[in-house]
């Protein structure tokens, strides 16, 4: 297998595994009726910023721009990573390995008014960052986040080496 497929093989499975990780997290949220947190919500940002940065690797490196997309895939590389990091904090807080963010409570808005506010308060729900909502084979929703991301970051990694070195094939 050349560089050149290898990288774009990558960024496929990148681009299709980090999808399916966004969509279950929606699915989770509006089928499964489990609110997300604070730091939940936070940890959303990477698939939204690193899913169209590979998308975008994934058109420059078929164009012949693999010098770009490589540099494009060490964004990524940064940015799931990041993702995955956020999932390590929160299940540890989870675990009480630590103490989690203070800030965390809820996802909800301000009452429209004082009024408002008791009727409000009967149907919300506060969601913590430090319970977990559910564990499946002994991780919370957060650590699964924490391997998928270091998983996706793990093949940005391998994408942008593979690009380079096909910049390299090109080159000689």
Request: hydrophobic fraction near 50%.
């Amino acid at each position: 297998m050349t560089n050149k497929t290898t990288a774009k093989a990558a960024m496929i499975v990148l681009l299709l595994g980090g999808l399916a990780v966004i969509a279950t997290a929606w699915g989770f949220q509006l089928i499964g009726g489990y609110d997300p947190c604070k730091l939940c919500l936070e940890q959303r940002v990477p698939y939204y910023v690193g899913l169209p940065l590979t998308a975008l690797a994934l058109v420059l490196g078929s164009t012949g721009r693999r010098g770009v997309a490589a540099l494009v895939m060490l964004v990524t590389v940064v940015v799931f990573a990041y993702g995955s990091g956020l999932g390590v904090y929160q299940a540890g807080a989870e675990w009480n390995f630590w103490t989690g963010p203070t800030d965390c409570g809820g996802t909800g808005g301000a009452p429209s008014s004082a009024v408002s506010l008791l009727g409000d308060l009967d149907g919300y729900r506060l969601v913590s960052c430090t319970e977990a909502a559910l564990r499946i084979l002994g991780l919370s929703f957060a650590g699964w986040n924490a391997v998928a991301s270091a998983g996706l970051a793990l093949l940005a990694l391998i994408g942008a080496i593979s690009l380079k070195g096909a910049v390299r094939e090109s080159q000689a």
